[in-house]
């Protein structure tokens, strides 16, 4: 057991000291570790737009409040400009009234 422990030590010392670069089956492991490097920055890469996606719909969604809110207010404003009251008092300063008589429906007659 004991010299399992001391093989154990002696390995994580190579690694340490990076004698598996150098070493006989070196380009195996520089392989390895580009390849290890290439997947590391394409995960890198991958968060950062993810990210950025996650501002982006943050900031849509923040607009999206902010012109319901507007819609919301015109539609008001609008539905109370429509209001008859609305009507008769923004006519009566031009000099029009409401009319004493109520309207009559007009029926033409077709001749065929």
Not at 68 to 91: A, G, H, T
């Amino acid at each position: 057991m004991f010299a399992r422990g001391q093989k154990m030590k002696k390995g994580l010392l190579d690694i340490l000291r990076g004698k598996f670069l150098v070493s006989d089956d070196a380009p195996k492991n520089w392989l390895f570790l580009l390849f290890a490097s290439f997947l590391a920055a394409i995960m890198i890469s991958s968060s950062h737009r993810a990210d950025k996606k996650v501002h982006e719909i943050a900031a849509l969604n923040e607009e999206v409040r902010k012109l319901r809110s507007e819609f919301l207010d015109m539609r008001r404003s609008v539905q109370q400009l429509k209001l008859e009251s609305s009507l008769q008092n923004k006519v009566a300063d031009r000099g029009l009234l409401p009319s004493k008589n109520p309207p009559q429906k007009i029926r033409v007659k077709s001749e065929r």
